[in-house]
């Protein structure tokens, strides 16, 4: 499936670390597609990423459940306030629990505008839940909690 | 491709009697097919694992590469789930105990669900989730050969706190 997409560019090679297989590798495509997108601000873009009655949660009670609503809240976080941000992370688990789902966890956070570190507050443990429907892998759940004592984001 | 027969969930009640844990009718809420039930008997077993405040039969409900984020403590095998728990039983959860109710089920595959439950952790003393203590946990529970669920991936997130 992977001819020259973004998933084979030899500068990927530093975020793929240990996770090389191509089976990882094309799982891994969700979170890259996540940051391309959010690095867009592109709501769409972020909702997209997930299947049709996928959800997200943050912490700081956010629940959404379905593109719909991934969509609503994106797009108002990025008219707000968290215009102009990125997000970043790397991959520190890859597991398959079969050929149709798999999950990930990663470490990173919301990268303020023209930053390339983390700030400590925005500091999270992310874990994507995907799943491949129709050749594609999409998330069906992502979740985040905070990373460190001094990780204060709440949504 | 497994077939329906093969890729069936142990009966709930079946699953909370061998642990000899009490089933809870009204825990289901609205997911009351045989598939769901199943499912959540895990948070059921989790509930009374930590109301015995023990360790192993919490870590018995956890694949053998479960994974358990626990606040800032990510833990990535039965075994350091275990050992986790020996200590937090002994020493900050003793007498604690959790209380969740399910908020969606999804089947990801026959096999594979993933489950989102809001509650927290009750501590001695307390009579109910403290604010600062409710979470969110997203539950990944994968069907065994023999039909009994295991937990391969509990995570949570504050909600309040």
Redesign the interface.
């Known amino acids: 499936m992977t001819t020259t997409t973004e998933a084979n560019r030899p500068d990927l090679d530093a975020y793929y670390g240990p996770f090389t297989s191509e089976k990882e590798k094309e799982a891994l495509s969700v979170p890259l597609r996540l940051v391309a997108a959010w690095s867009r601000n592109d709501a769409a873009g972020v909702a997209d990423s997930f299947t049709e009655?996928g959800?997200l949660?943050?912490?700081?009670?956010v629940?959404k459940?379905g593109r719909d609503e991934i969509y609503s809240f994106m797009a108002a976080a990025y008219a707000g306030p968290f215009k102009g941000t990125g997000v970043t992370g790397n991959p520190v688990?890859v597991?398959f629990?079969?050929d149709?789902?798999a999950?990930l966890?990663t470490h990173g956070g919301i990268l303020a505008p023209g930053e390339t570190e983390i700030a400590p507050e925005l500091a999270v443990?992310s874990?994507w839940?995907v799943?491949k429907r129709d050749g594609e892998w999409k998330l069906?759940?992502y979740?985040?909690?905070?990373?460190?004592?001094g990780?204060t984001l709440?949504w | 491709m497994t077939t329906k027969a093969a890729s069936r969930w142990r009966d709930a009640t079946e699953i909370l009697e061998a642990a000899r844990v009490a089933e809870d009718h009204s825990y289901y809420r609205e997911f009351v097919s045989d598939d769901e039930k199943a499912v959540l008997a895990v948070p059921q077993l989790i509930q009374a694992a930590w109301k015995a405040n023990d360790p192993d039969f919490f870590a018995g409900l956890f694949a053998e590469n479960g994974s358990l984020l626990m606040g800032d403590e990510q833990l990535t095998s039965r075994e350091e789930i275990r050992a986790f728990m020996a200590k937090g039983f002994a020493g900050p959860y003793r007498g604690a105990y959790v209380k969740g109710y399910p908020v969606s089920v999804n089947f990801l595959h026959p096999d594979v669900a993933m489950v989102v439950t809001g509650g927290g952790i009750i501590l001695a003393g307390e009579s109910e989730v403290a604010a600062e203590r409710h979470i969110r946990a997203t539950w990944i529970i994968v069907r065994q050969d023999d039909g009994r669920p295991l937990l391969l991936s509990h995570q949570s997130s504050p909600v309040t706190g």
């Open positions: 009655d959800i949660i943050l912490p700081g009670d629940y459940k688990d597991r629990v079969n149709e789902v999950l966890r443990r874990t839940v799943v069906a759940g979740q985040n909690s905070p990373r460190g004592a990780a709440r």
